[in-house]
């Protein structure tokens, strides 16, 4: 018989987390619920002042929390700063990574993509969660084991007229989650990720009618919250997900499923 103590038992205690892009939005109910189970958790981004106030609800909840200024369009060296940062935070090697800061590339057509922001998002959606990868495997290799879980999108798994820039952004995560677990899975590392449909966080409430009116004919009918996407990424990063490597999963409210 299933020990209902179990179920109030957190599930990431004594892990050192980095969420990348935690100062808003999903990051922030990431980070929040990476917290939540016991991780301390590394809060990142360019804003210092909302990075700070997601340490300090953290913290006053209990949790252990600390922000590291980093702004991810500045490749190698930004990036690899941000990694020396984390460990020092934390205190020891960060053993659970989310990549999920990214650059949400305004509607678009293909004519109107011009080679900033195709670089922009290219250096934070895509190089920059590969070269936190690189930074931190190592020392996951050395430990025995860690778990790497990336923010992908719907967007990467379907075909847009107005976001194909975004949509292979996402879509080169999906095949990077898919073959970094193929290569680690053997070193005891799992990575898995995640795929938003549209969903509400309280930066984008200008847009919620917008994402309720995208999603109505989804089987489920409605936009995701941040806390659902945070759920799946604590499930994944969890001893109840040992067995899992290199998925993208969907939460979108069955949007893929009934495509
Ligand atoms: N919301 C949705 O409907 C949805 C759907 C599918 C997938 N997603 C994915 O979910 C993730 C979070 O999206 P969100 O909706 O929560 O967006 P958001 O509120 O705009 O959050 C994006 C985060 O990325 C950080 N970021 C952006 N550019 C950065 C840079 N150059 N350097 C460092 N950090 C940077 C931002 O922090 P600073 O501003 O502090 O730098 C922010 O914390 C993204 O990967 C997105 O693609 C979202």
Redo the contacts with the bound molecule.
């Keep these: 018989m299933t020990d209902v103590t179990a179920f109030s038992t957190p599930r990431l205690t004594g892990r050192r987390a980095l969420v990348?892009?935690?100062?808003?939005?999903?990051?922030r109910s990431i980070a929040l619920a990476l917290a939540g189970e016991g991780a301390a958790v590394v809060v990142s981004?360019?804003?210092t002042d909302?990075?700070t106030a997601v340490v300090e609800e953290v913290r006053s909840a209990g949790g252990a929390a600390h922000f590291v200024h980093?702004?991810?369009?500045g490749g190698g060296p930004a990036t690899i700063e941000l990694a020396k940062a984390a460990c020092e935070a934390v205190g020891g090697p960060i053993d659970l990574l989310v990549n999920?800061?990214?650059?949400?590339v305004p509607a678009q057509s293909l004519t109107e993509a011009d080679e900033r922001i195709i670089d922009a998002a290219l250096s934070?959606n895509v190089k920059a969660p590969a070269l936190l990868v690189a930074a931190f495997v190592p020392a996951m290799v050395e430990a025995g084991g860690g778990v790497i879980v990336n923010?992908g999108?719907?967007?990467g798994a379907v075909g847009s007229p107005v976001s194909a820039l975004y949509g292979a952004t996402?879509a080169a995560l999906h095949s990077l989650t898919a073959s970094w677990a193929a290569e680690l899975a053997s070193k005891g590392i799992r990575v898995n990720a995640v795929a938003?449909?549209?969903?509400m966080?309280d930066?984008?409430a200008a847009f919620h009618d917008m994402?309720r009116s995208l999603t109505v004919s989804t089987p489920e009918g409605r936009p995701g919250t941040?806390a659902e996407v945070a759920d799946a990424v604590v499930f994944l990063a969890s001893e109840q997900a040992t067995h899992i490597h290199g998925v993208t999963l969907p939460v979108d409210g069955g949007y893929l499923a009934a495509r």
């Design positions: 990348t892009g935690s100062t808003s939005g999903i990051g981004g360019r804003n909302a990075g980093a702004d991810l369009s999920n800061a990214a650059v949400l934070v923010i999108s719907i967007s996402k938003p449909g549209p969903t966080t930066e984008n994402l941040s």
